[in-house]
């Protein structure tokens, strides 16, 4: 009886542990972020305080949605030098038209609390959230 409760334990504590682990993954794995449906970047600028993104993608039935993921924390240099992931949600769209657009997005409203100055000289990398391989930068 004595060596059952210690096989017991020890099978609790082994496996216990691997569960605790992938406890602690899972959360990362859910704030991924949403597959992206495909699109081209084209040509990315910063004006004023919006963030433009020159976008290309297959289309034309239905209301496309584009999500730029912003980082958490950006370095503190100077001028701000970070990237972006920008992710496209075709909602289905049967279409094939070639659609060819500029979004805009508020980098005030990103919450990084850059002032204009740093604004007006940060260096913004856009990565395809459908093809990572694919960037464009605005310097």
């Known amino acids: 009886m004595k060596k059952l409760t210690v ?11 691997n569960e605790s682990e992938e406890l602690r993954i899972n959360p990362k794995e859910e704030s991924a972020p949403v597959k992206s449906d495909p699109f081209q970047l084209l ?15 297959g289309g034309g039935c239905e209301e496309h949605d584009f999500q ?7 370095t503190a240099v100077f001028p701000p030098d970070f990237s ?10 049967p279409c094939f038209a070639i659609i060819t657009e500029v979004l805009e997005f508020d980098i005030d409203q990103s919450g990084l609390k850059l002032s204009d100055e740093a604004i007006g000289q940060m260096k913004i990398t856009v990565i395809n959230g459908f093809d990572h391989t694919e960037k464009i930068s605005n310097k």
Not at 7 to 17: A, P, Q, R
Not at 68 to 74: G, L, M, S, T
Not at 84 to 93: E, I, K, S
């Open 43 to 57: 040509e990315v600028a910063i004006e004023d305080q919006l963030l433009k993104i020159e976008v290309s993608y």
């Open 68 to 74: 730029v993921i912003w980082p958490e924390v950006i």
């Open 84 to 93: 972006v992931v920008l992710n496209h949600q075709g909602n289905n769209d």
């Open 7 to 17: 096989l017991v334990v020890m099978f609790m504590f082994v496996f216990g542990c």
